[in-house]
Protein backbone atom coordinates (compact mmCIF):
# COMPACT_ATOMS: atom_id res chain seq x y z
CA UNK A 1 0.00 0.00 0.00
CA UNK A 2 1.15 3.66 -0.70
CA UNK A 3 1.59 6.65 1.49
CA UNK A 4 -1.16 8.33 0.11
CA UNK A 5 -3.48 4.92 0.16
CA UNK A 6 -2.92 4.17 3.52
CA UNK A 7 -3.47 8.14 4.09
CA UNK A 8 -6.92 8.08 2.39
CA UNK A 9 -7.67 4.36 4.22
CA UNK A 10 -6.98 6.10 7.75
CA UNK A 11 -9.12 8.99 6.68
CA UNK A 12 -11.70 6.36 5.40
CA UNK A 13 -11.84 5.07 8.83
CA UNK A 14 -12.24 8.15 10.67
CA UNK A 15 -15.48 8.97 8.54
CA UNK A 16 -16.82 5.80 9.16
CA UNK A 17 -15.95 6.52 12.56
CA UNK A 18 -17.77 9.91 12.51
CA UNK A 19 -21.03 8.40 11.08
CA UNK A 20 -22.24 7.06 14.75
CA UNK A 21 -21.95 10.50 15.71
CA UNK A 22 -25.01 13.06 16.00
CA UNK A 23 -25.50 15.19 13.39
CA UNK A 24 -23.41 18.35 13.62
CA UNK A 25 -25.27 20.26 10.64
CA UNK A 26 -29.03 20.72 9.71
CA UNK A 27 -30.87 21.46 12.92
CA UNK A 28 -31.70 17.55 14.10
CA UNK A 29 -29.18 18.50 17.23
CA UNK A 30 -30.78 20.66 19.74
CA UNK A 31 -27.93 20.99 21.38
CA UNK A 32 -23.80 20.93 21.89
CA UNK A 33 -23.52 22.05 18.28
CA UNK A 34 -24.77 25.79 16.95
CA UNK A 35 -25.27 25.30 13.60
CA UNK A 36 -25.59 28.83 11.69
CA UNK A 37 -27.20 27.06 8.99
CA UNK A 38 -24.87 28.89 6.37
CA UNK A 39 -22.47 26.63 4.50
CA UNK A 40 -20.42 29.30 3.65
CA UNK A 41 -19.70 30.25 7.14
CA UNK A 42 -18.16 26.96 7.95
CA UNK A 43 -16.00 26.56 4.80
CA UNK A 44 -14.85 30.23 5.64
CA UNK A 45 -13.93 29.23 9.05
CA UNK A 46 -12.59 25.93 8.22
CA UNK A 47 -9.98 27.71 6.08
CA UNK A 48 -8.94 29.92 8.37
CA UNK A 49 -8.53 27.01 11.21
CA UNK A 50 -5.87 25.28 8.45
CA UNK A 51 -4.29 28.47 7.81
CA UNK A 52 -3.59 28.96 11.50
CA UNK A 53 -3.31 25.24 12.31
CA UNK A 54 0.76 25.44 12.82
CA UNK A 55 0.80 28.12 15.43
CA UNK A 56 1.12 28.02 18.87
CA UNK A 57 -1.31 30.45 21.23
CA UNK A 58 1.42 30.12 23.68
CA UNK A 59 3.34 33.26 22.82
CA UNK A 60 1.60 35.86 20.75
CA UNK A 61 4.90 38.05 20.57
CA UNK A 62 6.49 34.85 18.09
CA UNK A 63 3.12 34.60 16.66
CA UNK A 64 1.65 38.29 16.07
CA UNK A 65 -0.92 37.12 13.96
CA UNK A 66 -2.97 35.84 16.63
CA UNK A 67 -3.00 38.73 19.04
CA UNK A 68 -4.10 40.58 16.10
CA UNK A 69 -7.08 38.16 16.08
CA UNK A 70 -7.37 37.98 19.27
CA UNK A 71 -7.49 42.13 19.32
CA UNK A 72 -10.52 42.09 17.17
CA UNK A 73 -12.56 39.19 18.69
CA UNK A 74 -11.73 41.27 21.66
CA UNK A 75 -12.84 44.60 20.25
CA UNK A 76 -16.34 43.18 18.50
CA UNK A 77 -17.24 41.16 21.74
CA UNK A 78 -16.87 44.50 24.57
CA UNK A 79 -18.96 46.22 21.49
CA UNK A 80 -21.23 43.69 21.25
CA UNK A 81 -21.49 43.94 25.37
CA UNK A 82 -21.17 47.92 25.72
CA UNK A 83 -18.14 47.17 27.40
CA UNK A 84 -16.41 50.26 24.99
CA UNK A 85 -17.60 53.23 26.59
CA UNK A 86 -15.43 55.59 28.93
CA UNK A 87 -17.38 54.44 31.80
CA UNK A 88 -17.38 51.21 31.60
CA UNK A 89 -13.97 49.69 29.44
CA UNK A 90 -14.01 46.38 29.21
CA UNK A 91 -10.21 44.50 28.89
CA UNK A 92 -10.25 40.70 28.53
CA UNK A 93 -8.84 37.46 26.58
CA UNK A 94 -9.67 34.72 24.79
CA UNK A 95 -10.18 31.73 26.34
CA UNK A 96 -10.35 27.90 25.21
CA UNK A 97 -14.15 27.85 25.91
CA UNK A 98 -17.08 28.59 28.63
CA UNK A 99 -15.99 26.52 31.52
CA UNK A 100 -11.92 27.93 31.07
CA UNK A 101 -13.86 31.51 31.04
CA UNK A 102 -15.67 30.75 33.80
CA UNK A 103 -12.75 28.91 35.72
CA UNK A 104 -10.77 32.10 35.17
CA UNK A 105 -13.60 34.83 36.47
CA UNK A 106 -13.74 33.15 39.53
CA UNK A 107 -10.03 32.82 39.87
CA UNK A 108 -9.56 36.39 39.28
CA UNK A 109 -12.56 37.41 41.81
CA UNK A 110 -10.39 35.18 44.57
CA UNK A 111 -7.63 36.53 43.90
CA UNK A 112 -8.88 40.31 44.36
CA UNK A 113 -10.67 39.27 47.03
CA UNK A 114 -8.06 38.35 49.06
CA UNK A 115 -5.57 40.49 47.76
CA UNK A 116 -8.10 43.20 49.68
CA UNK A 117 -7.46 42.33 52.67
CA UNK A 118 -4.43 40.68 54.03
CA UNK A 119 -6.28 39.07 56.96
CA UNK A 120 -7.99 37.06 54.03
CA UNK A 121 -5.08 35.56 52.63
CA UNK A 122 -5.92 31.71 53.64
CA UNK A 123 -9.55 32.08 53.81
CA UNK A 124 -12.02 30.29 52.13
CA UNK A 125 -14.23 32.72 50.62
CA UNK A 126 -17.65 31.78 48.92
CA UNK A 127 -19.22 31.74 45.48
CA UNK A 128 -23.19 32.79 45.51
CA UNK A 129 -24.84 32.11 42.63
CA UNK A 130 -28.44 30.67 41.54
CA UNK A 131 -28.71 26.47 41.27
CA UNK A 132 -28.96 27.11 37.78
CA UNK A 133 -25.54 28.51 37.11
CA UNK A 134 -23.71 26.36 34.62
CA UNK A 135 -22.06 23.42 36.47
CA UNK A 136 -18.64 25.21 35.43
CA UNK A 137 -19.02 27.26 38.58
CA UNK A 138 -18.91 24.61 40.87
CA UNK A 139 -15.77 23.28 39.56
CA UNK A 140 -14.02 26.42 39.39
CA UNK A 141 -14.96 26.68 43.25
CA UNK A 142 -13.70 23.25 43.91
CA UNK A 143 -10.83 23.61 42.36
CA UNK A 144 -10.17 27.18 43.83
CA UNK A 145 -11.50 26.68 47.02
CA UNK A 146 -14.43 28.60 47.08
CA UNK A 147 -17.41 27.31 48.90
CA UNK A 148 -20.20 27.07 46.47
CA UNK A 149 -23.46 28.74 47.35
CA UNK A 150 -26.57 27.78 45.17
CA UNK A 151 -29.31 30.24 45.62
CA UNK A 152 -32.66 27.69 45.53
CA UNK A 153 -34.75 29.00 42.34
CA UNK A 154 -38.12 28.71 41.83
CA UNK A 155 -40.09 25.90 40.12
CA UNK A 156 -39.73 28.18 36.90
CA UNK A 157 -36.16 28.78 36.78
CA UNK A 158 -36.12 31.96 37.74
CA UNK A 159 -34.13 33.56 41.18
CA UNK A 160 -34.86 35.72 43.82
CA UNK A 161 -33.17 38.99 43.49
CA UNK A 162 -34.14 39.26 47.36
CA UNK A 163 -32.89 35.92 47.72
CA UNK A 164 -29.36 36.81 46.33
CA UNK A 165 -28.95 40.24 47.36
CA UNK A 166 -29.50 38.75 51.46
CA UNK A 167 -26.69 35.95 50.75
CA UNK A 168 -23.87 38.72 49.93
CA UNK A 169 -21.74 39.69 52.85
CA UNK A 170 -18.02 40.74 53.54
CA UNK A 171 -17.05 36.78 53.14
CA UNK A 172 -18.15 36.54 48.84
CA UNK A 173 -15.96 37.15 46.23
CA UNK A 174 -17.84 36.39 43.45
CA UNK A 175 -21.41 36.54 42.86
CA UNK A 176 -22.65 34.91 39.39
CA UNK A 177 -25.97 35.79 37.26
CA UNK A 178 -26.13 33.96 33.88
CA UNK A 179 -27.50 35.71 30.55
CA UNK A 180 -29.15 33.48 30.24
CA UNK A 181 -28.82 30.34 32.43
CA UNK A 182 -28.69 27.04 30.43
CA UNK A 183 -31.30 24.90 32.12
CA UNK A 184 -34.21 27.11 32.22
CA UNK A 185 -33.34 29.91 29.76
CA UNK A 186 -33.99 32.45 32.52
CA UNK A 187 -32.28 35.90 32.18
CA UNK A 188 -31.54 36.21 35.94
CA UNK A 189 -32.11 39.48 37.42
CA UNK A 190 -28.86 41.01 36.91
CA UNK A 191 -29.42 44.55 37.53
CA UNK A 192 -30.74 44.29 40.77
CA UNK A 193 -28.05 41.65 42.20
CA UNK A 194 -24.94 43.62 40.57
CA UNK A 195 -26.39 46.97 41.92
CA UNK A 196 -26.08 45.45 45.40
CA UNK A 197 -22.45 43.88 44.65
CA UNK A 198 -21.47 47.32 44.08
CA UNK A 199 -22.99 48.57 46.92
CA UNK A 200 -20.70 45.49 49.07
CA UNK A 201 -17.61 45.88 46.70
CA UNK A 202 -18.49 42.44 45.59
CA UNK A 203 -17.43 41.28 42.18
CA UNK A 204 -20.46 39.96 39.84
CA UNK A 205 -20.02 38.03 36.48
CA UNK A 206 -22.21 37.77 34.40
CA UNK A 207 -22.34 34.49 32.64
CA UNK A 208 -23.60 34.83 29.21
CA UNK A 209 -21.50 32.05 27.66
CA UNK A 210 -24.32 30.80 26.18
CA UNK A 211 -26.29 34.19 25.41
CA UNK A 212 -23.26 36.79 24.83
CA UNK A 213 -23.25 36.58 20.85
CA UNK A 214 -27.21 36.44 20.78
CA UNK A 215 -28.66 38.36 23.18
CA UNK A 216 -27.08 41.34 22.19
CA UNK A 217 -29.13 40.79 19.41
CA UNK A 218 -32.48 39.70 20.83
CA UNK A 219 -35.71 41.88 21.53
CA UNK A 220 -37.03 43.13 24.66
CA UNK A 221 -34.53 42.28 27.28
CA UNK A 222 -33.46 44.83 30.38
CA UNK A 223 -29.89 45.27 30.15
CA UNK A 224 -27.28 42.67 31.57
CA UNK A 225 -24.16 43.59 30.58
CA UNK A 226 -21.45 46.16 30.90
CA UNK A 227 -24.25 48.76 30.93
CA UNK A 228 -25.27 47.42 34.23
CA UNK A 229 -23.54 49.08 37.36
CA UNK A 230 -21.37 46.44 39.21
CA UNK A 231 -21.03 43.70 36.19
CA UNK A 232 -17.12 43.36 36.66
CA UNK A 233 -17.05 40.51 34.08
CA UNK A 234 -18.69 38.38 31.50
CA UNK A 235 -17.61 35.63 29.33
CA UNK A 236 -19.16 34.77 26.14
CA UNK A 237 -18.68 31.69 23.83
CA UNK A 238 -17.38 31.83 20.04
CA UNK A 239 -17.80 28.46 19.84
CA UNK A 240 -21.48 28.78 20.75
CA UNK A 241 -23.21 31.73 18.80
CA UNK A 242 -20.46 32.99 17.65
CA UNK A 243 -20.83 29.77 15.15
CA UNK A 244 -17.00 28.81 15.54
CA UNK A 245 -15.81 25.74 16.22
CA UNK A 246 -15.44 24.01 19.73
CA UNK A 247 -12.23 25.52 21.60
CA UNK A 248 -13.04 29.58 21.72
CA UNK A 249 -14.61 31.71 24.38
CA UNK A 250 -13.93 35.41 25.54
CA UNK A 251 -13.56 36.76 28.97
CA UNK A 252 -13.96 40.24 29.47
CA UNK A 253 -13.05 42.12 32.58
CA UNK A 254 -14.26 45.99 33.50
CA UNK A 255 -10.96 47.86 34.02
CA UNK A 256 -6.99 46.90 33.43
CA UNK A 257 -6.54 45.92 36.61
CA UNK A 258 -9.27 43.18 37.24
CA UNK A 259 -8.17 41.70 33.94
CA UNK A 260 -4.52 41.44 35.16
CA UNK A 261 -5.37 40.01 38.36
CA UNK A 262 -6.58 36.74 35.65
CA UNK A 263 -2.38 36.42 34.06
CA UNK A 264 -0.19 33.65 35.93
CA UNK A 265 3.45 34.98 35.49
CA UNK A 266 6.46 33.54 36.66
CA UNK A 267 10.37 34.27 35.95
CA UNK A 268 10.85 31.32 38.49
CA UNK A 269 12.06 28.76 36.68
CA UNK A 270 15.14 28.46 34.22
CA UNK A 271 12.89 27.97 31.53
CA UNK A 272 11.51 30.71 29.15
CA UNK A 273 9.83 33.34 31.33
CA UNK A 274 5.94 32.02 31.56
CA UNK A 275 2.87 34.39 31.08
CA UNK A 276 -0.24 32.71 30.79
CA UNK A 277 -3.30 34.98 30.41
CA UNK A 278 -5.74 31.77 30.60
CA UNK A 279 -5.18 28.10 32.24
CA UNK A 280 -3.44 26.83 29.28
CA UNK A 281 0.14 26.95 28.23
CA UNK A 282 0.60 25.97 24.46
CA UNK A 283 -2.69 26.10 22.82
CA UNK A 284 -4.20 25.73 19.62
CA UNK A 285 -5.08 28.99 17.30
CA UNK A 286 -7.34 26.95 14.58
CA UNK A 287 -10.09 27.60 16.83
CA UNK A 288 -9.57 31.60 17.67
CA UNK A 289 -8.69 32.02 13.31
CA UNK A 290 -12.39 30.23 12.70
CA UNK A 291 -13.91 33.18 15.12
CA UNK A 292 -12.37 35.94 13.72
CA UNK A 293 -12.88 34.87 10.35
CA UNK A 294 -16.47 34.55 11.32
CA UNK A 295 -17.17 37.70 13.29
CA UNK A 296 -15.19 39.37 10.22
CA UNK A 297 -17.73 38.43 7.76
CA UNK A 298 -20.84 38.64 10.20
CA UNK A 299 -20.47 42.35 11.56
CA UNK A 300 -22.61 43.39 13.77
CA UNK A 301 -25.33 43.54 10.54
CA UNK A 302 -24.57 39.43 10.12
CA UNK A 303 -25.10 38.96 13.83
CA UNK A 304 -28.46 40.62 14.16
CA UNK A 305 -29.55 38.62 10.99
CA UNK A 306 -28.74 34.98 12.36
CA UNK A 307 -30.44 35.97 15.67
CA UNK A 308 -33.37 36.76 14.18
CA UNK A 309 -34.07 33.72 12.85
CA UNK A 310 -33.20 32.01 16.64
CA UNK A 311 -35.62 34.87 17.89
CA UNK A 312 -38.53 33.65 15.26
CA UNK A 313 -37.94 29.67 15.60
CA UNK A 314 -37.82 29.69 19.41
CA UNK A 315 -40.95 31.72 19.82
CA UNK A 316 -42.81 29.28 17.36
CA UNK A 317 -41.35 26.60 19.51
CA UNK A 318 -42.29 27.81 22.52
CA UNK A 319 -46.10 28.09 21.03
CA UNK A 320 -45.90 24.52 19.52
CA UNK A 321 -45.28 23.45 22.80
CA UNK A 322 -47.78 25.21 25.27
CA UNK A 323 -50.68 23.56 21.94
CA UNK A 324 -49.38 20.38 22.74
CA UNK A 325 -51.65 18.49 25.44
CA UNK A 326 -49.23 17.53 28.74
CA UNK A 327 -46.69 19.46 27.41
CA UNK A 328 -45.60 23.37 28.66
CA UNK A 329 -42.22 25.47 28.59
CA UNK A 330 -40.69 26.30 32.05
CA UNK A 331 -40.76 29.83 32.83
CA UNK A 332 -40.20 32.08 30.22
CA UNK A 333 -37.06 31.70 28.27
CA UNK A 334 -35.30 35.30 27.18
CA UNK A 335 -33.14 33.25 24.64
CA UNK A 336 -32.68 30.50 22.37
CA UNK A 337 -33.05 28.00 24.95
CA UNK A 338 -36.29 25.71 25.95
CA UNK A 339 -36.84 23.61 28.57
CA UNK A 340 -39.86 21.25 27.88
CA UNK A 341 -41.60 20.05 31.16
CA UNK A 342 -44.50 17.77 32.19
CA UNK A 343 -47.42 20.29 31.99
CA UNK A 344 -48.61 20.36 35.83
CA UNK A 345 -52.10 21.74 35.18
CA UNK A 346 -53.38 18.52 33.62
CA UNK A 347 -53.87 15.37 35.10
CA UNK A 348 -51.36 12.69 35.06
CA UNK A 349 -53.13 10.68 32.49
CA UNK A 350 -52.72 13.59 30.04
CA UNK A 351 -49.00 14.19 30.96
CA UNK A 352 -46.11 14.00 28.58
CA UNK A 353 -42.82 12.95 30.28
CA UNK A 354 -39.95 15.08 28.99
CA UNK A 355 -37.48 12.21 29.26
CA UNK A 356 -39.85 9.88 27.53
CA UNK A 357 -40.35 12.39 25.07
CA UNK A 358 -36.56 13.03 24.56
CA UNK A 359 -36.31 9.15 24.32
CA UNK A 360 -38.99 9.05 21.36
CA UNK A 361 -37.60 11.84 20.04
CA UNK A 362 -34.47 10.53 19.34
CA UNK A 363 -35.93 7.65 18.04
CA UNK A 364 -37.29 9.56 15.12
CA UNK A 365 -33.86 11.06 14.84
CA UNK A 366 -34.04 14.33 16.15
CA UNK A 367 -31.99 14.82 19.40
CA UNK A 368 -32.93 16.95 22.62
CA UNK A 369 -31.25 16.77 25.57
CA UNK A 370 -32.30 15.27 29.54
CA UNK A 371 -31.82 17.45 32.08
CA UNK A 372 -32.85 15.53 35.12
CA UNK A 373 -34.94 17.41 37.92
CA UNK A 374 -33.29 19.03 41.03
CA UNK A 375 -34.40 19.30 45.11
CA UNK A 376 -32.88 22.04 46.21
CA UNK A 377 -31.77 22.61 49.76
CA UNK A 378 -35.22 24.61 50.30
CA UNK A 379 -37.47 21.28 49.54
CA UNK A 380 -38.16 23.09 46.28
CA UNK A 381 -37.99 20.69 43.33
CA UNK A 382 -36.75 21.76 39.75
CA UNK A 383 -38.75 19.35 37.03
CA UNK A 384 -36.68 17.56 35.10
CA UNK A 385 -36.96 18.80 31.63
CA UNK A 386 -36.04 18.21 28.06
CA UNK A 387 -33.88 20.91 26.98
CA UNK A 388 -33.44 22.11 23.25
CA UNK A 389 -30.88 24.53 22.38
CA UNK A 390 -32.53 26.43 19.29
CA UNK A 391 -29.72 27.79 16.81
CA UNK A 392 -30.14 29.86 12.83
CA UNK A 393 -30.82 26.66 11.46
CA UNK A 394 -33.71 25.27 13.25
CA UNK A 395 -36.12 27.53 11.71
CA UNK A 396 -35.49 25.53 8.21
CA UNK A 397 -35.67 22.28 9.72
CA UNK A 398 -39.13 23.97 12.22
CA UNK A 399 -42.03 21.91 10.48
CA UNK A 400 -40.33 18.41 11.12
CA UNK A 401 -39.14 19.59 14.69
CA UNK A 402 -42.65 20.34 15.44
CA UNK A 403 -44.29 17.41 13.79
CA UNK A 404 -41.46 15.10 15.63
CA UNK A 405 -42.25 16.71 18.92
CA UNK A 406 -46.17 16.43 18.36
CA UNK A 407 -45.81 12.68 17.55
CA UNK A 408 -43.25 11.94 20.25
CA UNK A 409 -45.50 13.58 22.73
CA UNK A 410 -48.63 11.44 20.84
CA UNK A 411 -46.31 8.19 21.14
CA UNK A 412 -45.82 9.12 25.26
CA UNK A 413 -48.50 10.93 26.53
CA UNK A 414 -49.91 9.72 30.04
CA UNK A 415 -46.78 7.24 30.32
CA UNK A 416 -45.16 7.37 33.70
CA UNK A 417 -41.67 8.29 33.80
CA UNK A 418 -39.92 4.77 34.71
CA UNK A 419 -39.33 4.80 38.26
CA UNK A 420 -35.90 2.71 39.39
CA UNK A 421 -37.42 0.59 42.12
CA UNK A 422 -35.81 -2.04 42.22
CA UNK A 423 -32.32 -0.53 41.35
CA UNK A 424 -32.63 1.50 44.43
CA UNK A 425 -34.21 -1.15 46.11
CA UNK A 426 -30.53 -2.91 44.98
CA UNK A 427 -28.54 -0.60 45.94
CA UNK A 428 -29.79 0.42 49.52
CA UNK A 429 -29.03 -3.49 50.25
CA UNK A 430 -25.74 -2.77 48.66
CA UNK A 431 -25.40 0.32 51.30
CA UNK A 432 -25.43 2.38 48.54
CA UNK A 433 -28.34 4.29 48.20
CA UNK A 434 -29.70 6.00 51.26
CA UNK A 435 -28.21 8.82 52.83
CA UNK A 436 -29.60 12.64 52.20
CA UNK A 437 -29.46 13.48 48.29
CA UNK A 438 -26.83 16.36 49.23
CA UNK A 439 -24.14 13.42 50.33
CA UNK A 440 -23.50 13.83 53.57
CA UNK A 441 -22.34 10.28 55.40
CA UNK A 442 -22.73 8.04 52.01
CA UNK A 443 -21.06 5.27 50.72
CA UNK A 444 -19.47 5.75 47.09
CA UNK A 445 -18.85 3.18 44.81
CA UNK A 446 -16.04 2.49 43.36
CA UNK A 447 -14.76 1.92 39.72
CA UNK A 448 -15.65 -1.99 39.83
CA UNK A 449 -18.59 -1.82 42.29
CA UNK A 450 -19.98 1.33 40.07
CA UNK A 451 -19.85 -0.59 36.95
CA UNK A 452 -21.31 -3.53 38.63
CA UNK A 453 -24.26 -1.26 39.79
CA UNK A 454 -24.99 0.11 36.43
CA UNK A 455 -24.89 -3.19 34.36
CA UNK A 456 -27.49 -4.45 37.19
CA UNK A 457 -29.43 -1.41 36.44
CA UNK A 458 -29.28 -2.54 32.72
CA UNK A 459 -27.24 0.04 31.47
CA UNK A 460 -24.85 -0.94 28.45
CA UNK A 461 -21.96 0.78 26.86
CA UNK A 462 -22.24 -0.74 23.31
CA UNK A 463 -18.63 -0.05 21.20
CA UNK A 464 -18.68 3.44 22.51
CA UNK A 465 -21.83 4.91 22.41
CA UNK A 466 -24.59 5.29 25.66
CA UNK A 467 -27.61 3.69 26.09
CA UNK A 468 -30.16 4.39 23.53
CA UNK A 469 -32.77 5.28 26.42
CA UNK A 470 -31.72 7.61 28.90
CA UNK A 471 -34.80 7.97 30.60
CA UNK A 472 -34.44 4.99 33.38
CA UNK A 473 -30.90 6.15 33.51
CA UNK A 474 -31.75 9.83 34.54
CA UNK A 475 -34.46 8.61 36.87
CA UNK A 476 -32.09 6.61 38.90
CA UNK A 477 -29.48 9.15 38.56
CA UNK A 478 -31.64 11.91 39.83
CA UNK A 479 -33.05 9.62 42.96
CA UNK A 480 -29.48 8.50 44.39
CA UNK A 481 -27.36 10.52 46.91
CA UNK A 482 -25.03 13.21 44.46
CA UNK A 483 -21.66 11.53 45.33
CA UNK A 484 -22.73 8.11 44.27
CA UNK A 485 -25.09 9.01 41.23
CA UNK A 486 -21.63 10.92 40.32
CA UNK A 487 -19.53 7.76 40.70
CA UNK A 488 -21.95 5.73 38.48
CA UNK A 489 -21.97 8.47 36.03
CA UNK A 490 -17.93 9.06 36.14
CA UNK A 491 -17.77 4.85 35.49
CA UNK A 492 -20.14 5.10 32.56
CA UNK A 493 -18.34 8.26 31.03
CA UNK A 494 -14.76 6.52 31.67
CA UNK A 495 -15.87 3.15 30.23
CA UNK A 496 -16.63 4.94 27.25
CA UNK A 497 -13.19 5.57 25.69
CA UNK A 498 -11.48 3.23 27.67
CA UNK A 499 -9.31 1.02 25.38
C1 LIG B 1 -24.37 29.41 30.53
C2 LIG B 1 -23.21 28.51 30.26
N1 LIG B 1 -22.05 28.71 30.91
C3 LIG B 1 -20.97 27.93 30.72
C4 LIG B 1 -21.02 26.87 29.83
C5 LIG B 1 -19.80 25.99 29.66
O1 LIG B 1 -19.34 26.10 28.37
P1 LIG B 1 -18.36 25.05 27.68
O2 LIG B 1 -19.17 23.80 27.47
O3 LIG B 1 -17.97 25.74 26.43
O4 LIG B 1 -17.21 24.79 28.57
C6 LIG B 1 -22.21 26.62 29.14
C7 LIG B 1 -22.32 25.50 28.22
O5 LIG B 1 -23.37 25.15 27.74
C8 LIG B 1 -23.33 27.46 29.36
O6 LIG B 1 -24.49 27.27 28.73
Given at each position: MSADDRSAEILDRLRRLRA?????????????VYDSGVAELDELAARAAEIA???????PTAFPSIAAMERDLIAFARRALHGDSRRARAFGSVTSGGTESCLLAVKTARDLWRAA?????RSRPRLVAP?????AFQKAARLFDLEWDPVPCAADGTVSADEMIRR??????LVVVS??????GALDPVGRVAAAAADRGISCHV????????LPWW???PAWDF??????SISADLHKFGYAPKGVSVLLHRGRARHRAQFFAT?????YPVVN????GSRSASPTAAAWAIAQRLGDRGYAELTARCVRATRSIVAAADRIEGLAVQG?????AVALIA?????AAARVDPHLLADEVARLEFRIQHQPGLVQSNGVRLPHSAHLTITPVTERTLPELLDVLARAADAVRGRPRPEPRAELAALRML?????SRSGSRVRVPGPRAAWRILRAAGVRVDAGGLPERLAPLMALAERLPAPVAEALLTELLARVSEP
Amino acid sequence: MSADDRSAEILDRLRRLRARDAPTHGGRTLAYVYDSGVAELDELAARAAEIARPLNGLDPTAFPSIAAMERDLIAFARRALHGDSRRARAFGSVTSGGTESCLLAVKTARDLWRAADPLRARSRPRLVAPVTAHAAFQKAARLFDLEWDPVPCAADGTVSADEMIRRLSADVALVVVSAPAYPSGALDPVGRVAAAAADRGISCHVDACFGGLVLPWWPGLPAWDFRVRGVTSISADLHKFGYAPKGVSVLLHRGRARHRAQFFATTRWPGYPVVNPTLLGSRSASPTAAAWAIAQRLGDRGYAELTARCVRATRSIVAAADRIEGLAVQGRPAGPAVALIADPAVPAAARVDPHLLADEVARLEFRIQHQPGLVQSNGVRLPHSAHLTITPVTERTLPELLDVLARAADAVRGRPRPEPRAELAALRMLGYGSGSRSGSRVRVPGPRAAWRILRAAGVRVDAGGLPERLAPLMALAERLPAPVAEALLTELLARVSEP
